[in-house]
């Protein structure tokens, strides 16, 4: 089994920083991307930023120059560094790993959700 944690987040005043962790952990022969979306209430789950096994990062543009992702391979956990936060942020944070793992003689890659992290930004 494969288990994709997140911890972070919380009440932040708007212009303040936050960082999110997600781990991953369980039955893992490699992780592909990782990276971080988010849902608004009353909004579609949007992407916030990607980084490769490679560390090759992509990022939204509503984030750009104030969000960092990061990752520590060795830790099966990847990072985002939230600066300058606006109310517009204020969302519920999902990690998302691209996972490889082995199923009986065949090794398959599996999309893996964590359950979500609440970010409120105040103004």
């Known amino acids: 089994q494969v288990q994709v944690v997140e911890s972070g987040g919380g009440l932040v005043q708007a212009g303040g920083s936050a960082r999110l962790s997600c781990q991953a952990s369980?039955?893992?022969?490699?992780?592909?991307?990782m990276g971080w979306y988010r849902q608004a209430p009353g909004k579609q789950r949007e992407l916030v930023a990607t980084?490769?096994?490679?560390?090759?990062?992509n990022y939204a543009d509503s984030v750009k120059g104030r969000f960092t992702i990061s990752r520590d391979n060795a830790k099966n956990t990847v990072y985002l560094q939230m600066n300058s936060l606006k109310p517009e942020d204020t969302a519920v944070y999902y990690c998302?790993?691209?996972?490889?793992?082995?199923?009986?003689?065949?090794?398959?890659?599996?999309?893996?959700w964590g359950q979500g992290t609440q970010v409120t930004v105040s103004s």
């Open positions: 980084i490769t096994s490679g560390r090759t990062t």
């Open positions: 369980g039955d893992i022969f490699a992780i592909n991307a």
């Open positions: 998302n790993a691209e996972i490889k793992r082995r199923v009986v003689q065949t090794i398959g890659t599996y999309a893996y």
